[in-house]
């Protein structure tokens, strides 16, 4: 064959395998047999072999796979994957329309119901309408890039055509592994005599990462997209504009959305699919509600861990019936001690469970639990199952009563009850292993000190040794001490002792999170952190002082107050600042060029001519003026680039605020 008819004949196949591969996932039919298919596809490889020059990226046999992929990197989110806040009852899904009803007043709104798939996020990015990126959820923030692997899910178009296109365009939905090939691979396995796979989500997870796109492609894994990023930029206003947007591009939608005017027509939905989604060819485990208007959805904003105009309704548990082997007891950071079920192993929900949470000596007593009983486990939004009940039916005669333990089973201590608390604790703050051991764990964690070359097994071992008894003794770890131990060797001394080094550098609102105070999670650190620029200032301020700061109530003010009256946390946060951690705020300085916009407030949205985004971000903030994230009736201007989102523009309008053009805003600085 001449490399003129390999060029005519490549396209003719890519056409033929592109239009059945449409009708198979998009339309739900077929004209030919899988046989024919696979035929037409083998002859478009090995034409792609004898030509390797005219194989094109998003040729049709990239879904075959080939690449292996020794490593996946993590890369930053281009907009972040938040999760939904959960409800499990009609009453508090009436709760979550009555906050929308208040958040959006007078307006008309209605919203969009979805099926909530149990799968793997995973985000998708086109550049010139060509798939160049798939990352996973990771969390939220940063993910692992699958592109590769991504490639291989039929279901997922490598191009999209069409008129109008953004340069650079995120879609988002779920990866999931078919039931009906879940069950064939299990049954595969069980033939040779190979451990089963646990369920159809985590296998779907587990191949997303493996490494050979080959075997990827094997396991046919399927895709539902349910999410159009900004799509502001193809001027759409609505969430079903958006998924109708994504059908029609080439992209597999379920087709199972509904918009639903009012919360009793959302009740309705869910009962509907209660019962048909298990007709469906994947696991469901709920209902995704969003109000479907993008402005309003701009107008009820973000909490610090999810939308105020979205919720996921879960289904009630699956539950199933084991026997209760023994009861043991975990001591956590805060000296929390919490009963755990240990169980005959029994499937429930997919997977083989073993142990179950029973909270503490109240649940204990309300269940009336004895070892030996037949006891109820559920699994529903908690990760840890859950002992819901006991079949007294069945309870044996010689069966023995649960006695909550006196003693801390760690250390020995006697336990403690606070007064309307349900917890016991553990008060040996200073000298209980789990206590130390888990201090040491938040603090190091990413979003705290982010020194990852350090495990907990290394934290444990360094306790026993008597090396680290608090976070201070981090920095007081040696090359020599280290490197004696049993198992470590020259290379992982030295990169335990840099990870550590470059935590000084950490900013201080993450060293103030990574102490641990109790209630002060990472917003609440952000936030005291701003109030209180220096630790001095925090540990001097009044609870009334506290209490004035946004979003500090009266429990974190106390809780912090104590926390700063125990000489020894006193003396850990000196040793700490000896040792060259960051606790005060780090505000950018910033060479004013002049006052021209000396307190007012911007948002900047769109893509500019004369300034990257960050540029013109830099030029406001020299000339005196504030970037903020959202519009708001304390926003000044909004300076508009091309694309500039629909809703954005429409909400500045509907507040007044005056939208600037780019050289609008270069006049008023003077340039």
Same mark, same amino acid.
């Given at each position: 064959?001449?490399?003129?008819?390999?060029?005519?004949?490549?396209?003719?196949?890519?056409?033929?395998?592109?239009?059945? *591969? @449409?009708?198979?996932?998009?339309?739900?039919?077929?004209?030919?047999?899988?046989?024919?298919?696979?035929?037409?596809?083998?002859?478009?490889?090995?034409?792609?072999?004898?030509?390797?020059?005219?194989?094109?990226?998003?040729?049709?046999?990239?879904?075959?796979?080939?690449?292996?992929?020794?490593?996946?990197?993590? +890369?930053?989110?281009?907009?972040?994957?938040?999760?939904?806040?959960?409800?499990?009852?009609? =009453?508090?899904?009436?709760?979550?329309?009555?906050?929308?009803?208040?958040?959006?007043?007078?307006?008309?709104?209605?919203?969009?119901?979805?099926?909530?798939?149990?799968?793997?996020?995973?985000?998708?990015?086109?550049?010139? &309408?060509?798939?160049?990126?798939?990352?996973?959820?990771?969390?939220?923030?940063?993910?692992?890039?699958?592109?590769?692997?991504?490639?291989?899910?039929?279901?997922?178009?490598?191009?999209?055509?069409?008129?109008?296109?953004?340069?650079? #365009?995120? +879609?988002?939905?779920?990866?999931?592994?078919?039931?009906?090939?879940?069950?064939?691979?299990?049954?595969?396995?069980?033939?040779?005599?190979?451990?089963?796979?646990?369920?159809?989500?985590?296998?779907?997870?587990?191949?997303?990462?493996?490494? @050979?796109?080959?075997?990827?492609?094997?396991?046919?894994?399927?895709?539902?997209?349910?999410?159009?990023?900004? &799509?502001?930029?193809?001027?759409?206003?609505?969430?079903? @504009?958006?998924?109708?947007?994504?059908?029609?591009?080439?992209?597999?939608?379920?087709?199972?959305?509904?918009?639903?005017?009012?919360?009793?027509?959302?009740?309705?939905?869910?009962?509907?699919?209660?019962?048909?989604?298990?007709?469906?060819?994947?696991?469901?485990?709920?209902?995704?509600?969003? !109000?479907?208007?993008?402005?309003?959805?701009?107008?009820?904003?973000?909490?610090?861990?999810?939308?105020?105009?979205?919720?996921?309704?879960?289904?009630?548990?699956?539950?199933?019936?084991?026997?209760?082997?023994?009861?043991?007891?975990?001591?956590?950071?805060?000296? *929390?001690?919490?009963?755990?079920?240990?169980?005959?192993?029994?499937?429930?929900?997919?997977?083989? +469970?073993?142990?179950?949470?029973?909270?503490?000596?109240?649940?204990?007593?309300?269940?009336?639990?004895?070892?030996? @009983?037949?006891?109820?486990?559920?699994?529903?939004?908690?990760?840890?199952?859950?002992?819901?009940?006991?079949?007294?039916?069945?309870?044996?005669?010689?069966?023995?009563?649960?006695?909550?333990?006196?003693?801390?089973?760690?250390?020995?201590?006697?336990?403690?009850?606070?007064?309307?608390?349900?917890?016991? %604790?553990?008060?040996?703050?200073?000298?209980?292993?789990?206590?130390?051991?888990?201090?040491?764990?938040? #603090?190091?964690?990413?979003?705290?000190?982010?020194? =990852? *070359?350090?495990?907990?097994?290394?934290?444990?071992?360094?306790?026993?040794?008597?090396?680290?008894?608090?976070?201070?003794?981090?920095?007081?770890?040696? %090359? =020599?001490?280290?490197?004696?131990?049993?198992?470590?060797?020259?290379?992982?001394?030295?990169?335990?002792?840099?990870?550590?080094?470059?935590?000084?550098?950490?900013?201080?609102?993450? !060293?103030?999170?990574?102490?641990?105070?109790?209630?002060?999670?990472?917003?609440?650190?952000?936030?005291?952190?701003?109030?209180?620029?220096?630790?001095?200032?925090?540990?001097?301020?009044?609870?009334?002082?506290?209490?004035?700061?946004?979003?500090?109530?009266?429990?974190?003010?106390?809780?912090?107050?104590?926390?700063?009256?125990?000489?020894?946390?006193?003396?850990?946060?000196?040793?700490?600042?000896?040792?060259?951690?960051?606790?005060?705020?780090?505000?950018?300085?910033?060479?004013?060029?002049?006052?021209?916009?000396?307190?007012?407030?911007?948002?900047? *949205?769109?893509?500019?001519?004369? %300034?990257?985004?960050?540029?013109?971000?830099?030029?406001?903030?020299?000339?005196?003026?504030?970037?903020?994230?959202?519009?708001?009736?304390?926003?000044?201007?909004?300076?508009?680039?091309?694309?500039?989102?629909?809703?954005?523009?429409?909400?500045?309008?509907?507040?007044?605020?005056?939208?600037?053009?780019?050289?609008?805003?270069?006049?008023?600085?003077?340039?």
């Amino acid at each position: 064959m001449t490399r003129d008819e390999a060029i005519s004949r490549i396209a003719e196949l890519t056409q033929q395998i592109n239009y059945h *591969s @449409d009708l198979y996932y998009n339309q739900d039919t077929t004209e030919i047999s899988d046989f024919e298919f696979d035929q037409l596809l083998a002859q478009l490889i090995q034409l792609e072999e004898e030509f390797p020059d005219l194989k094109a990226p998003d040729s049709p046999s990239q879904r075959v796979g080939g690449a292996v992929v020794k490593e996946f990197n993590s +890369v930053e989110h281009r907009f972040p994957m938040l999760s939904l806040g959960n409800t499990y009852n009609h =009453d508090e899904l009436r709760e979550f329309d009555e906050r929308v009803k208040k958040g959006l007043g007078t307006e008309d709104f209605e919203y969009v119901c979805e099926l909530k798939f149990d799968g793997v996020a995973l985000s998708l990015g086109y550049e010139n &309408g060509l798939l160049t990126r798939a990352v996973t959820r990771g969390d939220g923030t940063r993910g692992d890039e699958v592109t590769w692997n991504a490639k291989t899910i039929r279901s997922v178009p490598l191009r999209i055509q069409g008129d109008n296109l953004p340069e650079y #365009f995120e +879609v988002r939905g779920e990866v999931f592994m078919p039931l009906e090939v879940f069950q064939a691979l299990n049954k595969e396995k069980e033939e040779k005599g190979e451990a089963l796979l646990a369920n159809p989500r985590n296998t779907a997870s587990g191949t997303l990462k493996m490494q @050979d796109s080959k075997i990827v492609a094997s396991r046919k894994l399927d895709m539902y997209l349910y999410q159009l990023m900004d &799509g502001g930029a193809l001027n759409i206003a609505t969430h079903s @504009d958006a998924v109708t947007w994504l059908a029609d591009a080439g992209f597999q939608v379920s087709q199972t959305w509904r918009k639903c005017a009012n919360v009793d027509e959302i009740i309705a939905y869910i009962e509907e699919w209660e019962e048909k989604r298990h007709s469906l060819p994947l696991d469901t485990d709920g209902i995704v509600i969003k !109000v479907n208007d993008y402005a309003q959805q701009d107008e009820l904003g973000f909490t610090s861990k999810s939308p105020r105009w979205a919720i996921s309704f879960k289904y009630k548990a699956e539950s199933a019936a084991t026997q209760l082997k023994e009861i043991t007891y975990q001591v956590g950071r805060t000296g *929390s001690v919490t009963p755990v079920a240990n169980l005959e192993p029994v499937l429930l929900a997919g997977t083989t +469970v073993k142990r179950a949470s029973l909270h503490n000596a109240n649940e204990i007593a309300r269940l009336d639990l004895r070892l030996g @009983d037949t006891v109820f486990v559920e699994k529903g939004g908690e990760i840890i199952p859950k002992v819901t009940g006991v079949d007294f039916g069945k309870r044996p005669a010689n069966s023995v009563a649960v006695e909550f333990p006196t003693h801390c089973p760690e250390c020995g201590t006697e336990l403690v009850r606070v007064e309307g608390e349900a917890n016991h %604790f553990c008060p040996n703050i200073k000298g209980c292993p789990p206590q130390i051991t888990g201090r040491v764990e938040h #603090f190091i964690q990413r979003n705290a000190l982010d020194i =990852d *070359s350090i495990g907990s097994k290394t934290i444990a071992q360094f306790n026993r040794e008597g090396m680290l008894n608090n976070v201070a003794d981090l920095y007081a770890l040696s %090359f =020599d001490r280290i490197v004696a131990l049993e198992g470590f060797q020259e290379k992982g001394t030295n990169k335990i002792l840099q990870g550590i080094e470059a935590s000084k550098l950490i900013p201080y609102e993450r !060293v103030l999170f990574g102490l641990g105070i109790r209630y002060v999670g990472r917003t609440v650190a952000e936030k005291l952190a701003e109030g209180f620029p220096t630790i001095e200032a925090l540990s001097a301020a009044s609870e009334e002082e506290l209490v004035a700061v946004n979003e500090i109530g009266e429990r974190i003010a106390k809780s912090v107050k104590e926390w700063f009256a125990d000489a020894d946390n006193v003396a850990l946060v000196e040793q700490l600042k000896n040792a060259g951690l960051q606790f005060t705020l780090q505000k950018e300085e910033v060479e004013q060029a002049s006052n021209a916009l000396e307190g007012k407030k911007f948002v900047v *949205s769109g893509v500019f001519e004369h %300034f990257e985004r960050d540029e013109l971000k830099q030029a406001i903030a020299t000339h005196g003026g504030k970037v903020v994230s959202s519009i708001s009736k304390n926003t000044d201007y909004v300076v508009a680039g091309d694309n500039m989102g629909p809703s954005k523009r429409q909400k500045a309008e509907k507040l007044e605020v005056p939208i600037l053009t780019e050289q609008e805003f270069i006049q008023m600085i003077g340039e």
